[in-house]
């Protein structure tokens, strides 16, 4: 059982009592613990349950590699899941719930899957899932998803907010550990900028738990008077509990930074992203510790020596009384002396190695340790969920047990491997140490930024320097290279440090080495997936070679860890299994994060009311005052309709059209793009934009006009107004505003740098009122002004004067088929004439309209719109505009495009109108069928439906489409399919409904 | 007629930076040669000619830099139209574009110790000392939309973005001052 030691904890405060809840039972931890470490401290070894067998488990690791104990965290709005309690400070009112249950942590249905785990092997779910097909909608599905997933989502309404910071720096140093911290001191000595970043909450790493001296000082001594170094260089910005959680292309790196998760509720972002731009990075990762793979490794009690002496040492928590400490290597020996220095027993050291005569065994042996060398455990035996003893047996056998040791703990070491993740993320590669039996980068070929020159270096145990004066000296020399290469110049210097010696290891991938197959499958190598040794070998067996197969075969290194313990191990009993060499079978691929970030971090100020921008127009607030139900067109929001109380929108839309049509309506038109463009080239420049001829446009006249991309296909209309002998104002869809500007920009600085044209997108510089209907211009008229007589601005032309005492341009355009104007007025002043337009236009009833009925209104004129009639593959024949398609111009965009055979073809569908025949209105997309079936067995076509609408002025259904040989077949019957199955019967007719020959627009 | 209204109607967030709206201002879009464009400034705004990424002047008279062949004029809002006269008249006979666009944009203006670091947390753009001296005049992005801005002072700076995004670059802007600093600069 685990409890807290009267003394001892480098990181806690006694005298700051903390409580907390862990399942509904209230406990008490202190300030600076982990949740970990406060959990041991009240006894609770079993923190969660496997994946797939939910089997009871304990902590194993100490820091952000922990693959068991995992929690959901916070209550409401702020419960997180998957939290690891070794990350995860402890503050007063934590309340935390173990994970994937069911229904309890102490007793837990799901644990049945443990005893049946003989059934289910690895790539079970593929092998036996598959078949017969029902049986999983209705039967294994059900049953997996209630066993299996780690945690519950988390609720919506998280009450903190995340924010992102972008800083620029000439070095980012990632990990705060000595190697950091040296290779941050070396760089404080230049002018370099300098950004230090410490995933925990303290500096230093495992140097102080490990007790080297450094410079003839303690190494804590030493990092504090480091931390004083760096704090007071102007040019060295240090952040903890900071994650460096990626590198990508061109030095650009993020970081994840914790700032109140320790103290939830406090003024300030939850969490930061920093999206860093760095000159060079150095990775000060530092390595983590591999567990050892004997039968019965999983169980609770059992975890990682460097974990049960961070426990002991930074918060003075004892795993358990009676420890066995079982290793491959020297470094294990250093928990056996702190379980002996805090006064616990260490009941033997078994040392799978057939001699351990470095220092630090002779120093457990001195100390009176027990240490037992060529041995291994052999089997782990419980009573309840407490570990009771282990079986010894012999590492060269087959385990026949040679001796039971009692012990409540068990600490392991299979040696440590570097954190390579940052140096992999962008292309670095690695080598296999034979020394050190761990993958380490390989300096030769590095991450490469744009002038093929490394822009990463890794500094200490990361670039696989395992002694601490060769930590030291390698994080210097990675600074002095990395800032040479940013212009500075910097010396190197190696601390002098002692207390690190340590003897040769030996390879132990599995324990013993002749373990038999039942042995094999308690011996785990994913902790938090439940891959065992067996299923790594059971994949090699069925032909799996590659390591990323066998990866997403077993499931192992997929959980939330990504495989932080299990990824050698793995690739090592699977390179064991192909009778291959470590390095031949290689690594599954490093990707970012490093560790899990927070989704709320990555929105970051993109969520609530800067989701996304949303344009408004200068009428905004009125409209929103006034009933209107918002349509998004690009980023703007438009009025769809203003419904009245109690109306539905299609009532709505009706009376807007009817009172349009009748009497007066007004419609917001200041989202249409109006981009200016001049010069003594622009004519010549609009005549290759536009399909028709724009140059010919006399000052004072309004042109409508099609604009095609180089592949022949619609992509933009619209009114073009030619304001003096050098400027027109085009007018483009409200959706493609910007487009089209940065369209005519691309063909000006690309193509035709040579000609004299000028753009300035000025859509936002103008409000724009259309006053639509029979009493349009009696209103202009009342407003007062300018002359908007008949004889004076006739159809299709446009003046610039004044209306009720505002500066306007007015346009005479109609795109409803009634009497029209748009009035452009400066931005700043178009919320007060449209309250003066809506204030004089009472007495003809004046009704605002949206864009349904804007839609309505044109479709009943048989004006095409783009994205309804156009779609990217309509070319502007397809839609009967041939009349706007010169036939004198050289070129223009699109035109070759439109010669090739299948464009000229007269087998393209053309616009026709559509009306059926009961009155209904067509379902829109709904296509016209044809006899017979495609070689797919789908219903041959003959067309489809553009655009349909009840149009309330006909009170019948219209609509348009794209019909084959369709203008030929006027009165011909066609059948479209409805999704129910059934069809549908309507006639070709003239896509212009109402007023065919224009009167009512030219009065 | 009366005032001219600004996108945000004259909000104001207070906090460690503060955000105000400054109201409508004259601004002329003038394209160009630069080589052939001082007079037409002088004449338009009084103002010299801005070099590369600076700023001349600032707010009711000046010239920022905007690109190779761009600058950005500003004058009182009222004056707007005398002044695009000014500079058409004075570049009568060359090629050149010029546009009033006071009220295509929204300008505000912030105050406070903290302003590199607010605005880090929004434009991806270096706001060091070095890389943004006073009087810089940075074409960048806040947030999800484009802007422009520089810096008077430490305390003072003053930031332009579009007309219809004013309300989404003030609410950025006031949500970013409400986390607090970060304490970079």
């Known amino acids: 059982m685990s409890t807290r030691l009267s003394t001892g904890g480098r990181l806690i405060d006694r005298a700051k009592p903390v409580s907390f809840q862990f399942n509904g039972r209230k406990m008490q931890g202190f300030q600076g613990d982990n949740l970990a470490a406060a959990l041991l401290a009240n006894g609770q070894v079993v923190m969660g349950r496997s994946f797939k ?314 100390a009176g340790i027990r240490v037992e060398t060529g041995k291994a455990i052999a089997g782990v035996g419980m009573k309840g969920k407490a570990l009771k003893f282990v079986d010894i047996c012999a590492q060269a056998g087959e385990g026949s047990v040679l001796e039971t040791v009692g012990c409540d703990a068990v600490a392991m070491s299979g040696g440590w491997s570097p954190v390579v993740h940052l140096w992999s993320h962008c292309g670095g590669k690695l080598l296999w140490s034979e020394d050190n039996f761990h993958f380490y980068p390989d300096v030769t070929r590095f991450p490469t930024d744009h002038k093929g020159a490394q822009y990463v270096r890794t500094a200490g145990i990361a670039s696989g320097a395992m002694l601490t004066h060769e930590v030291l000296g390698n994080a210097s020399e990675s600074a002095v290279a990395a800032l040479e290469q940013l212009g500075h110049s910097a010396e190197a210097w190696r601390p002098s440090a002692t207390g690190s010696e340590e003897g040769a290891m030996a390879p132990v991938w599995v324990m013993p080495q002749g373990a038999s197959k039942a042995k094999k499958s308690k011996m785990w190598l994913d902790f938090q997936n439940d891959v065992k040794v067996s299923d790594v070998e059971l994949a090699a067996q069925e032909g799996y070679q590659s390591v990323e197969h066998t990866k997403r075969y077993t499931t192992l290194g997929m959980a939330t860890d990504q495989g932080k313990l299990s990824n050698i191990n793995g690739l090592a009993v699977l390179s064991g299994a192909l009778n291959q060499p470590i390095p031949q079978t290689g690594t599954t691929t490093f990707r970012p994060p490093y560790t899990p970030i927070s989704m709320g971090v990555i929105a970051g100020p993109g969520t609530g009311k800067t989701f996304q921008p949303l344009r408004k127009t200068p009428m905004h607030g009125w409209h929103e005052a006034n009933g209107a139900d918002w349509e998004p067109v690009g980023q703007w929001r438009r009025p769809y309709c203003y419904t009245k109380s109690g109306e539905s929108r299609e009532a709505a839309v009706s009376r807007e059209i009817r009172n349009t049509r009748d009497s007066l309506g007004l419609l917001d038109a200041s989202t249409l793009g109006k981009i200016l463009v001049t010069g003594p080239d622009a004519g010549k420049f609009l005549d290759m934009l536009y399909t028709n001829m724009m140059s010919t446009l006399k000052p004072g006249k309004c042109r409508y006009g099609l604009m095609c991309n180089e592949n022949g296909f619609l992509m933009d209309d619209g009114v073009v107004a030619r304001l003096d002998e050098n400027s027109f104002l085009v007018h483009t869809t409200s959706g493609g505003a910007d487009h089209m500007h940065a369209h005519m920009e691309d063909w000006l600085q690309c193509e035709w740098w040579d000609w004299k044209v000028y753009t300035a997108n000025l859509t936002e510089q103008y409000a724009q009122i259309a006053v639509v209907g029979p009493n349009a211009r009696k209103l202009l008229e009342k407003l007062g002004g300018m002359d908007v007589s008949k004889e004076a601005m006739a159809f299709m032309e446009h003046a610039d004067g004044e209306l009720a005492e505002l500066p306007v341009r007015v346009y005479r355009i109609s795109f409803s088929g009634e009497l029209s104007y748009e009035i452009a007025v400066p931005a700043n002043r178009g919320l007060e004439l449209w309250e003066k337009i809506v204030e004089a236009g009472a007495e003809w009833n004046i009704t605002p309209y949206g864009t349904e009925a804007l839609h309505v209104m044109r479709a009943e004129k048989g004006f095409i719109m783009i994205g309804d009639e156009t779609d990217g593959t309509v070319i502007p024949q397809d839609l009967n505009l041939s009349w706007a398609i010169s036939k004198k111009k050289e070129d223009f965009l699109g035109k070759r495009a439109q010669a090739r055979s299948h464009m000229a073809s007269a087998e393209r569908w053309k616009l026709v109108g559509l009306e059926t025949i009961d009155g209904s209105v067509l379902p829109d997309g709904a296509y016209a069928l044809a006899e017979g079936t495609n070689e797919n067995g789908q219903r041959n076509t003959q067309g489809r439906v553009t655009s349909t609408y009840h149009s309330p002025t006909l009170g019948r259904g219209i609509a348009m489409g794209l019909v084959l040989h369709g203008p030929d077949r006027m009165g011909e019957v066609l059948k479209f399919n409805k999704v129910d199955g059934s069809a549908v019967e309507a006639k070709i007719v003239d896509p212009v409904f109402y007023d065919k020959d224009g009167e009512k627009q030219n009065v | 007629m009366s005032d001219p209204r600004s996108a945000v109607g004259g909000a104001v967030y207070e906090g460690y930076v503060t955000v105000k709206d400054s109201g409508a201002h004259g601004m002329i879009t003038l394209r160009g040669d630069h080589a052939e464009l001082a007079e037409a400034v002088k004449a338009a705004v009084g103002s010299g000619m801005p070099t590369q990424r600076r700023i001349e002047g600032g707010l009711g008279g000046g010239a920022a830099w905007a690109s190779p062949d761009e600058l950005l004029l500003f004058c009182d809002y009222a004056d707007a139209a005398g002044a695009l006269e000014k500079a058409r008249k004075s570049l009568e006979g060359n090629h050149f574009l010029v546009a009033d666009v006071s009220d295509a944009r929204a300008v505000f203006a912030l105050e406070g110790s903290g302003i590199r670091d607010l605005l880090a947390k929004l434009c991806p753009a270096d706001l060091s000392p070095e890389a943004l001296p006073h009087g810089e005049f940075r074409r960048s992005h806040l947030g999800q939309v484009a802007a422009a801005f520089w810096l008077e002072s430490e305390e003072t700076a003053t930031v332009i973005c579009f007309r219809s995004v004013a309300p989404y670059v003030y609410d950025l802007l006031s949500e970013a001052v409400k986390g607090g600093p970060i304490g970079i600069f």
């Not at chain 1, 488990?57 to 709005?77: C, F, I, K, Q, T």
């Not at chain 1, 079970?124 to 017969?132: L, N, S």
């Not at chain 1, 804590?220 to 704090?231: R, S």
């Open chain 1, 53 to 366: 067998y939910h089997r009871p488990r304990g902590v194993v690791a100490s820091g952000a590699e922990e693959p068991n104990a995992l929690v959901g965290l916070g209550e409401g709005g702020r419960f997180e899941p998957n939290q690891r309690a070794t990350t995860t400070e402890l503050f007063d009112g934590l309340t935390a719930i173990s994970q994937n249950h069911w229904p309890s942590l102490d007793f837990d249905v799901g644990a049945v899957n443990s005893s049946l785990s003989r059934f289910l092997p690895a790539g079970f779910y593929y092998k036996t899932f598959i078949h017969p097909r029902a049986a999983w909608k209705h039967l294994f599905e059900p049953f997996i998803r209630k066993s299996a997933g780690l945690g519950k989502p988390s609720n919506p309404g998280d009450p903190d907010t995340y924010e992102h910071a972008y800083v620029h720096v000439d070095l980012l140093i990632v990990g705060g550990g000595i190697a950091g911290l040296q290779a941050a001191l070396t760089a404080a000595k230049t002018d370099a900028k300098v950004l230090l970043l410490e995933q925990e909450a303290h500096w230093g790493g495992r140097a102080p738990v490990d007790g080297a001296e450094i410079d003839g000082v303690a190494a804590e001594e030493w990092i504090k008077n480091a931390l004083q170094t760096l704090e007071a260089a102007p040019n060295v910005t240090l952040r903890k509990r900071c994650m460096g959680s990626g590198v990508y292309d061109h030095g650009y790196a993020l970081a994840y930074e914790r700032c109140t998760d320790h103290m939830p509720g406090a003024a300030g972002p939850r969490h930061r992203l920093w999206r860093i731009r760095a000159g060079q990075i150095i990775t000060a990762t530092g390595a983590l510790e591999r567990p050892l793979s004997f039968s019965g490794n999983d169980r609770p009690g059992v975890m990682l020596a460097s974990a049960l002496r961070d426990y002991i040492v930074n918060y003075g928590v004892s795993p358990g009384d009676r420890v066995v400490v079982v290793t491959n290597n020297d470094d294990a020996y250093r928990t056996a002396l702190a379980v002996k220095d805090s006064g616990l027993t260490v009941a033997c050291i078994i040392d799978a190695r057939a001699s351990a005569d470095g220092p630090l065994p002779q120093a457990c042996r001195d």
